[in-house]
């Protein structure tokens, strides 16, 4: 790595830009889908997929993603995610087809699975375990909580004013830049190993499981829970994901070496990352179609409603690290999910007859306080106290854990909102009195989750680890210290 720390925080800002593209990939076509679905002729329940391919691809590969930037060199993987996703931009922007922009989408997902996982790893060995540390992650945490409700913002403004297929394009650019200037901010690193070998029939059987899964539950609201198609996917998930743990168990070299979850915050953060991201990443699907169902906005004025959730993710996630170093992540994390549930509970009492003033601004600053706090300090429990070899390992351990858990609760929820949509319309109720009892339910159910998150991170997080890496960041920020 480059000795001058000016350097360092260069590379850090190009890094967070990489994650923000990663995110944006999510978030940004939500508002543009409905002008998708009518340029492609989309069904409802084929809709979905253009962003569940993103997510899914992402999720499965990030732990193959991660184990290849230890072991051939984080900036080389680093670098080959971003020509991927470059290439895959272009190439849906371009899609003519329904199966061509599903298919353009997966392969943006597995170049983006290579990118956060290295990154994420280039900063946790550019910045050492501490309060330098948790204030480059507290950065990493705003840009990448934050990017979530920009993609919203700019995707409505590039679907407004140009067409959905700039929401697709806009990557091309920003990759092809961070491409060319990445070898001069970045020196190449690498786990100290002799083998260099791929599990590549994990990365496939786990990708596999989670993609019938997600795919199972998506289609349950149609097919029915108690359907021979629905218990058959389900089924199937249950035997890829089995597959995957006896692989891993009689791999010399697995793609998650399971010693690696002795490490009990380290698993612990893990879960809290899986329930954070099924109780919030879906906020922002529900949130754009009550605007935009519901309350009748356009593109553009769904995606400016954001704004400011957008500021408030950055500026708490911005000190997230500082209160991480002073408090320990264990009662930051807790607060964090706490709020979280509570700003969910409060969208559960959206109306009908909404505003934004009335129904949304409230619950989204709450929502954006919690996600500020707890994506940052997932995140930091996560990596801390992990050997330098295994930072990939375990980079891409949490963004899975965050990505799954998105993928999984959007399904989850999606289908619970539903269903008690179609239950509403089946009394003679409105489209939009059916849809808004649909968001609510889905709404409350991701509070629950929320709550439970709470609870994994009250009893799972090790209180000793916490203080801990207190005694530690304090010691690293003190003036004898540096």
């Known amino acids: 790595m480059r000795d001058k720390s000016d350097n360092r925080w260069v590379a850090?800002?190009?890094?967070?830009?990489?994650?923000?593209?990663?995110?944006?990939?999510?978030?940004?076509?939500?508002?543009?889908?409905p002008s998708i679905g009518k340029?492609?002729?989309?069904?409802?329940?084929?809709l979905p997929w253009v962003v569940n391919a993103y997510v899914i691809a992402f999720g499965g590969f990030l732990l193959l993603g991660g184990r290849a930037a230890d072991l051939l060199g984080r900036r080389r993987v680093f670098m080959a995610g971003l020509a991927a996703v470059a290439v895959a931009s272009l190439a849906a922007g371009l899609a003519a087809t329904q199966g061509e922009l599903i298919a353009a989408r997966a392969a943006q997902g597995l170049g983006a699975a290579f990118i956060s996982p290295s990154a994420l790893s280039i900063v946790t060995t550019l910045f050492t375990d501490g309060a330098e540390r948790n204030k480059a992650l507290g950065i990493w945490g705003a840009v990448s909580g934050a990017a979530g409700a920009v993609g919203v913002l700019l995707g409505g403004v590039l679907t407004s004013g140009l067409s959905w297929h700039w929401v697709l394009w806009v990557n091309v650019p920003v990759t092809l830049v961070a491409l060319a200037i990445t070898p001069r901010l970045v020196q190449e690193s690498r786990a100290d190993m002799a083998a260099r070998h791929f599990d590549t029939a994990g990365a496939v059987t786990i990708t596999g499981g989670l993609s019938v899964l997600a795919y199972g539950l998506l289609d349950a609201s149609t097919a029915g829970w108690g359907s021979t198609k629905t218990i058959s996917l389900l089924a199937g998930a249950v035997v890829l994901i089995a597959a995957f743990i006896a692989i891993e168990l009689r791999s010399k070299a697995p793609l998650v070496p399971l010693r690696i979850f002795r490490l009990r915050t380290l698993t612990g953060a893990n879960v809290v990352g899986l329930l954070l991201g099924a109780s919030l990443f879906s906020m922002f699907f529900f949130i754009t179609l009550y605007m935009q169902q519901v309350l009748h906005y356009s593109p553009i004025h769904a995606g400016l409603s954001y704004l400011p959730l957008a500021l408030t993710i950055v500026v708490v996630a911005g000190a997230g690290g500082p209160f991480v170093t002073r408090f320990g992540f264990k009662p930051i994390l807790a607060a964090g999910m706490a709020v979280i549930a509570g700003g969910l509970l409060w969208f559960s009492q959206i109306s009908v007859h909404g505003s934004f003033l009335a129904d949304i601004l409230g619950p989204s600053l709450l929502a954006a306080i919690g996600l500020g706090l707890a994506f940052v300090t997932s995140t930091i429990a996560a990596v801390a106290g992990v050997e330098p070899r295994e930072q990939g390992l375990?980079?891409?351990?949490?963004?899975?854990?965050?990505?799954?858990?998105?993928a999984i609760g959007l399904a989850v929820l999606a289908t619970i909102a539903t269903t008690r949509t179609n239950h509403v319309l089946a009394t003679g109720a409105s489209l939009p009195h059916a849809l808004t009892s649909g968001f609510q339910l889905a709404f409350a159910a991701g509070a629950v989750i929320a709550v439970l998150g709470l609870v994994a991170t009250l009893v799972l997080i090790r209180t000793r680890d916490s203080r801990a890496h207190v005694e530690m960041a304090q010691a690293d920020a003190s003036p004898a210290h540096a």
């Open 39 to 46: 340029g492609l002729h989309f069904t409802d329940k084929n």
């Open 394 to 406: 375990a980079s891409g351990l949490i963004n899975a854990s965050q990505q799954v858990g998105g």
């Open 12 to 33: 850090l800002a190009l890094l967070t830009v990489a994650q923000l593209v990663v995110v944006l990939d999510v978030s940004i076509v939500n508002v543009a889908l």
